[in-house]
């Protein structure tokens, strides 16, 4: 059983629909959580942090972390079509000196 | 630099074949990192430098994998006698201190693309 496990979706919804991605966890040390996106033959960049429980939100995403259950999620309100892209969660247990990333969520956002 | 740079972006080698990939991190950055992604998968790490410390091999997948760090910047990573399941996109990143933990940002490359026919 990976560490971090994340539906690979394929996942498609209209342009303005609220999207949900998730990720679970086993690893109860992970107190840092990110989430990143990455566009076709590019490189991950930073979307969301959040650290512990809780929420966190920045304009139309909305991180949170539920560490009892071991679960994270980024939402996406209003989304766009440049959101398409492939979301990707990581989380590291602070002291630890590499991120474990789950596999990646592919959004295509329509027109 | 800008951003982090690799070289080549492209590669397309025989089985058995060494290959070199080159990392130019961002200005400053103290620590870099190499991860390996697969199709439809996630970022497996595979090596970390930070300063002048030994450098943490925990995730290198087998001893044909090497990397070395020269002068606290460029790195390379050399993959040796290829293998088919070697072929992936491999990625570099770099961060001004240590571990993605603290909300310091790692910065990814945007990854050489390694084919092994």
Redesign the interface.
């Known amino acids: 059983q990976k560490e971090?496990e994340?539906d690979?979706g394929p996942l498609s919804v209209p342009e303005g629909a609220i999207v949900s991605l998730n990720c679970t966890y086993s690893n109860s040390a992970f107190?840092?959580f990110?989430w990143y996106r990455q566009y076709s033959?590019?490189?991950?960049?930073?979307l969301m942090?959040t650290?512990s429980s809780g929420n966190k939100e920045d304009g139309r995403f909305t991180a949170q972390v539920d560490k009892s259950s071991k679960y994270i999620s980024l939402f996406i309100r209003d989304s766009q079509p440049s959101d398409s892209a492939t979301y990707?969660c990581?989380m590291?247990?602070?002291?630890?000196?590499?991120?474990?990333?789950?596999?990646?969520t592919q959004l295509t956002v329509l027109p | 630099g800008a951003g982090?740079s690799q070289s080549p972006s492209n590669k397309v080698t025989e089985k058995g074949k060494d290959v070199e990939l080159r990392c130019d991190p961002i200005s400053g950055h103290t620590?870099l990192?190499w991860?390996r992604q697969s199709l439809?998968?996630?970022?497996?790490?595979l090596i970390?430098f930070?300063g002048n410390s030994a450098p943490?091999k925990s995730?290198l997948p087998s001893d044909r994998f090497s990397a070395e760090r020269t002068g606290g910047s460029v790195s390379t990573l050399t993959i040796q006698r290829t293998q088919q399941e070697d072929s992936a996109v491999y990625?570099c990143?770099s961060s001004f201190v240590?571990?993605?933990?603290?909300?310091n940002?790692?910065y990814?490359?945007?990854?050489s693309?390694l084919t092994v026919v």
Do not use: C, N
């Open positions: 971090v994340q690979p107190q840092y990110m033959r590019k490189g991950p960049e930073l942090y650290y990707l990581a590291s247990a602070g002291s630890a000196r590499q991120l474990t990333f789950g596999s990646g | 982090v620590a990192y991860y439809g998968q996630g970022l497996e790490f970390y930070q943490d995730g990625l990143a240590p571990g993605g933990g603290s909300g940002t790692i990814f490359g945007e990854g693309w």
